[in-house]
């Protein structure tokens, strides 16, 4: 069994920063891609920000410039730095990982439990 234990998030007036956690226990050979997902109510859950197990990162268009993905390889750790939050940034949060399981061959995807970011205007 693998979990994400995610930490991190809250209210935050506008313009303001937060910073989200997440850590990967368990049962795990491989930790590969990880990242982060929202979903905003009534809509579909959306990428944030990915970043492979090399440092290779990618962000969803309208979060480019003002969020950073990081990753502690040592504590199988995911970090989102967010800056500059608008309202739009509100939303459920999930971290996500890519997890070839002890004993195993193949990748499965893991979701954290999520954890609310509220941006007040």
């Known amino acids: 069994q693998v979990q994400l234990v995610e930490s991190g998030g809250g209210l935050v007036q506008a313009g303001g920063s937060l910073g989200l956690s997440c850590a990967a226990s368990g049962s795990i050979f491989r930790l590969n891609a990880m990242g982060w997902y929202r979903q905003a109510p009534g809509k579909q859950r959306e990428l944030v920000a990915l970043?492979?197990?090399?440092?290779?990162?990618n962000y969803g268009v309208s979060v480019k410039g003002r969020f950073t993905i990081s990753r502690d390889n040592a504590k199988n750790t995911v970090y989102l730095q967010m800056n500059s939050l608008t309202p739009e940034d509100t939303g459920v949060y999930y971290c996500?990982?890519?997890?070839?399981?002890?004993?195993?061959?193949?990748?499965?995807?893991?979701w954290g439990q999520g954890t609310q970011v509220t941006v007040s205007s």
């Open positions: 996500n990982a890519r997890i070839v399981n002890s004993g195993g061959s193949f990748e499965y995807a893991y």
């Open positions: 970043i492979t197990s090399a440092g290779s990162t």
